[in-house]
């Protein structure tokens, strides 16, 4: 299998290895399960520490990522890219439930912390063997009710998207040049019969806060008014 990155595991932070947080994952599913079946419960406490370092400073100071970025992902090869933001979500909630368990052992609620620590092994070990990840699906469904509220792709102004467009409606993908799903919608869009416009997020971060681009791929109809008639695909 080819080593080549396609994405810089340090530099590139909006997007990641999908496989890197299936390995994070089992690194924290397996250490809560050893702590809440020993008792050793001090364990919860640096998972949530480690986790929090590297929420903080950013993956360099995660041993899990150290450990997957550079021992097993350049033997391996590169997985499938994908956005970073569920699963750094799904870190942050990681981090809560840790740190509750933590301070519930503190305080002698040694039942409550070991159900907390058991709960996150459980979710942890079934996001890295099935890939079923609670904490991203939670944001993306987050992502998909704060577009739905606040109705922010209702309309997009045709001067962002370019110049000399095609007459009548288009299609206007918002996608990341890293991200393996982006290709793939892209691919697609260009085997079609309609016309589109690429708007690169990484390029334009601006234009994906604006309308509130919380997901890529995110694909949409427009009319020659820039009304946007259909949300045709999303992350």
């Known amino acids: 299998m ?21 390995f ?18 001090p364990l ?15 993956r360099r100071y995660c041993l899990p990522c150290l450990a997957y970025f550079e021992l097993v992902q350049p033997r391996f090869g590169e997985g499938p890219i994908e956005d970073s933001r569920p699963p750094k979500f799904a870190n942050q909630v990681g981090l809560a439930v840790l740190s509750g368990a933590t301070l519930a052992h503190v305080a002698g609620l040694s039942f409550l912390g070991g159900a907390l620590g058991l709960l996150v092994a459980g979710l942890a070990l079934l996001a890295a063997t099935t ?14 009710l704060r577009g739905i509220r606040r109705r922010e792709i209702d309309r997009l102004e ?6 000399g467009l095609p007459a009548g409606e288009l299609l ?3 996608s990341h040049p890293l991200c393996t799903d982006c290709r793939s919608v892209e691919a697609e869009l260009a085997a079609g019969s309609q016309p589109f416009v690429r708007i690169d997020v990484r390029d334009r971060p601006d234009l994906a806060r604006k309308y509130g681009v919380a997901l890529v791929p995110m694909v949409v109809r427009v009319g020659a008014d820039g009304r946007v008639l259909q949300q045709v695909a999303t992350g």
Do not use: M
């Open 131 to 144: 890939g079923l990840c609670v904490g991203c699906e939670l944001y993306r469904i987050g992502a998909r």
């Open 172 to 174: 206007v993908a918002f």
């Open 44 to 58: 919860l406490g640096v998972l949530a520490l480690q986790l929090g370092i590297g929420l903080r400073f950013g």
């Open 24 to 41: 994070n994952q089992a690194t924290i599913g397996l250490v809560s399960l050893l702590s809440v079946v020993t008792g050793w419960w």
């Open 158 to 163: 045709l001067a962002d998207v370019g110049e």
């Open 2 to 22: 080819s080593t080549r990155r396609t994405a810089h595991p340090y530099r590139d932070v909006d997007v990641i290895d999908a496989h890197a947080p299936r």
